[in-house]
Nanobody, 126 residues
Framework: QVQLVESGGGSVQTGGSLTLSCVVS???????MGWFRQPPGKEREAVAA????????YYADSVKGRFTISRDNAKNTLFLQMTGLKLEDTAIYYC????????????????????WGQGTQVTVSS
């Protein structure tokens, strides 16, 4: 089994920055990993994903140029660096991975992932 634990959320003003972390334990087989978010009253949506080689990156259009996904393999930790935060970035942020084999042509698809962390709240205010 794989366990995912996010941290690093908090409150920040517009234009500010935060870095989220997700520690991965248990089965650390290289798999797609991603960050997703659920804004208040809305469905969960993709933010960014990292390919199985931990090189290829994928971003939602809304965060391109502002957010960066990365991984520290030695620490089994996934990061999401967020800069230029906007009010609409307010959400619960989740990291996720897929524990079953299977290729995807849509690494930003919520449905592809089946293991999720508990989430961390990010609140952006003016």
């Amino acid at each position: 089994q794989v366990q995912l634990v996010e941290s690093g959320g908090g409150s920040v003003q517009t234009g500010g920055s935060l870095t989220l972390s997700c520690v991965v334990s248990g089965d650390t087989t290289r798999r797609y990993m991603g960050w997703f978010r659920q804004p208040p009253g809305k469905e969960r949506e993709a933010v960014a994903a990292l390919g199985t080689g931990y090189v290829a990156t994928y971003y939602a259009d809304s965060v391109k140029g502002r957010f960066t996904i990365s991984r520290d393999n030695a620490k089994n930790t996934l990061f999401l660096q967020m800069t230029g935060l906007k009010l609409e970035d307010t959400a619960i942020y989740y990291c996720a991975t897929r524990t079953r084999p299977g290729y995807t042509s849509s690494p930003l698809s919520v449905d592809y992932y089946n293991a999720w962390g508990q989430g961390t709240q990010v609140t952006v205010s003016s």
